[in-house]
């Protein structure tokens, strides 16, 4: 007998958003008023000026405001997954731009707790494109860390972060300014590990990084508290 299928084995073919709107406070004006978006498998990315919401918007996909009115659910292209207040946060990994590592080993920064699986572990790492860097080190995936990972590079420390999310085998990956603190050399290393793992998960980039928007499937535009989908990043 089949087993019924659940929420976490049921493939995320979108995020939605419907007819969203939000503000801090019931007497000031919207921040966002009736955004509409379907999030798609592949690279999407998000652009707009400083205060056009994109923080804001990002908060909200992971559950850490509440919204006004609508919805944010994830679909696997014909029913809505269940989900807890906004209806996403357990569907989501979420990858900051600095990366934020432990005082810890680099095989605990990945897996965070319980027991490793070391040969997901292997395999993470290489869709990471942080496995070069581990198998030159003496002690591998015992590597220590110090504080905020100052004995890595930006793009280093990045690679472990992106491996974390990557472990946590969620479908959606949220990016905030991923090239922010990147030279272009690891900038150029962050997009060709994002094309590879998007090929079977939405990635979600929010940026000011022109160049990183022009290479995505599907860009946004937040102005005036509204997002609309562009045809060009100018």
Request: proline content about 2%.
């Amino acid at each position: 007998k089949q087993e019924a299928q659940t929420e976490t084995d049921r493939k995320v073919a979108s995020l939605q958003i419907e007819d969203l709107t939000f503000r801090y406070n019931e007497n000031e004006e919207q921040v966002l008023r009736g955004v509409n978006a379907a999030f798609q498998i592949g690279t999407n990315c998000i652009i707009g000026e400083s205060g056009s919401g994109k923080s804001t918007l990002l908060k909200i996909l992971l559950g850490l405001y509440e919204i006004e009115n609508g919805k944010v659910y994830g679909t696997d292209g014909k029913d809505a997954l269940a989900g807890s207040r906004s209806g996403v946060e357990n569907l989501v990994a979420y990858v900051p731009g600095n990366g934020f590592l432990y005082h810890s080993t680099i095989k605990k920064n990945i897996i965070m707790s319980g027991e490793p699986d070391n040969k997901r572990l292997e395999m993470i790492a290489k869709q990471a494109n942080i496995h070069v860097l581990i198998e030159s080190l003496d002690d591998g995936m015992e590597h220590d860390i110090t504080e905020s990972g100052a004995n890595l590079s930006m793009g280093q420390q990045q690679r472990i972060a992106i491996a974390r999310a990557l472990y946590s085998d969620k479908p959606i990956l949220i990016f905030d300014e991923p090239t922010a603190n990147l030279d272009p050399e690891a900038a150029t290393q962050f997009w060709n590990t994002i094309r590879t793992i998007a090929e079977e998960r939405i990635v979600l980039i929010v940026t000011h990084d022109m160049a990183l928007a022009g290479h995505c499937q599907y860009i946004w535009r937040l102005q005036n508290g509204r997002l609309e989908k562009a045809e060009t990043i100018m």
